[in-house]
């Protein structure tokens, strides 16, 4: 479980950086500036995650995660160049994407569970984990995250967070709980892409 | 005068919240975006204050005060289908935000003296817990936080936050000098805002 | 040697918050926002590296920091009526910024290596204490940051955090890397500057 859990996170790492890169690329930025919202858009959420509970930053201490999200930076650059159109809506980066999301939200929740967060705390880490990163790439693009605005993106890692918590608080492992919440974030995200899913506005 | 600052401060929780969930709604965000910005309008200053001084955030530990703010976030969805207009800058909505901004200042000067801070860490703790969240919703829509901008509404929360280290070092309790503080902040922005006072530009 | 990076530090708080102060009247913010903006481009990317690493920010503890970079503010202000045109590109101007740069990158990299963190982390410390205070302004203008974009400032300070990190790895001391990283910094800032170098797009 634990090995699926890491190829997970690894596929993630790589999809948001190309996601970031391509983001930053299409909106004219230098080459620093690519690199920057490639490497944010896969490491920030983790990296808010950290600053919240009070951890050094894993992004700042490992030279794994920064290295894999240089290959999606990498893939991006090359990418931007051989191909036209909106290389983000492709299912070869919306089916990695997910699962990025999918990974990220089950590591936020148990990393807020660990801290001893409230539910609260716990969905809000997990959430926070998936899209913050994505959301401070839009910030430094002063763009509204698109995610507050019309996507069905947050919202399944918000209710992975949630059943995270359910199965915890139900008496399972923290590790189980996290494999199940990245099953169903990937599925609930897999069928919103499918199906067009979007929140009502108020 | 224990009781009477945890209504001040439940008063600002639920008007924050309102605040920040009508901005979200009028930007046309979805129902995710409206929760986000009414819930860190409410309790984003306090959020950052924390990680400031090395704590983890109150926010992500109790239930409380998340439960506070989506009370606020409930009203707001409620209001935004009833009225039409700039509710705003309706008296029922700015009363209980000025009580907020008082309680905030005051808490967030007693958070910067607890952690040792300069005078000027105390000062921009109080303004910082106050503005911060509403700075943040801003930013998240994309617009130049209004208190940098024109409104008499950060100020108020700074000078409380010197009337605070006055008092704290001319020999008065902490408890009592945030009690002074969070009078002054309350009088100052009502005041402030019955005169439209403004701040010159350079 | 230490004497000679106070001085650089001195210069630089002055200069980042006379440049930020500056952007701000430009935007027409009113005085709090002038001083706000001020404040955060000289103390801002000091601040972020200092909440990355788990450090209560030096900016939030001295008082001497602050009050020199209110020096700047109160200059800003005084030559903001006096001159017109674009005084940011003045040389003026200028030299004292990449100073800061070189004095701020040198910073960064320091607390980072003293922190354990990665080299890539080194290096993220460098250039967050040297362009994150100006990117944190740029943000709060709804702008992208400059360094996003096109100039070569960033970049400078990236590559003297490599600098250090490959001389403390030689071994030499933190110290001695920190002396030769500003003034790498520097020289090549100002040579940038000179021959009006960019980075690439993709």
């Known amino acids: 479980m634990v090995d699926a859990f890491s190829v997970m996170n690894l ?4 999809a948001f950086a190309v996601v970031g890169a391509l983001k930053a690329a299409d909106a004219d930025l230098d080459l620093f500036g690519v690199a920057v919202l490639g490497i944010l ?5 983790g990296t808010m ?3 919240l509970v009070g951890r050094t930053p894993a992004s700042l201490q490992s030279v794994a995660d920064v ?5 999606g930076v990498g893939l991006a650059v090359a990418l931007s160049s051989l191909v036209s159109g909106r290389l983000r809506d492709h299912p070869a980066i919306q089916l990695p994407d997910a699962i990025g999301l999918a990974a990220f ?18 969905v809000v880490l997990a959430t926070l984990t998936a899209v913050g990163g994505g959301s401070l790439a839009d910030l430094l693009l002063t763009r509204v995250p698109v995610v507050l605005r019309e996507d069905f993106y947050a919202t ?13 608080r139900g008496g399972l492992s923290a590790d189980f709980a996290a494999v199940a919440c990245a099953v169903f974030v990937l599925v609930v995200r897999l069928v919103a892409l499918r199906r067009d899913w979007s929140l009502p506005r108020v």
Chains 1, 2, 3 share one sequence.
């Open 11 to 14: 596929v993630g790492l790589v």
């Open 41 to 45: 858009t896969a490491l920030g959420g």
């Open 49 to 51: 995650r950290d600053v």
């Open 67 to 71: 290295s894999v999200a240089f290959v």
């Open 105 to 122: 939200a089950a590591t936020g929740a148990l990393v807020g569970a660990e801290a001893g967060l409230s539910p609260y705390g716990v």
């Open 156 to 168: 399944p890692a918000l209710l992975g967070g949630v059943v995270f918590w359910a199965l915890v």
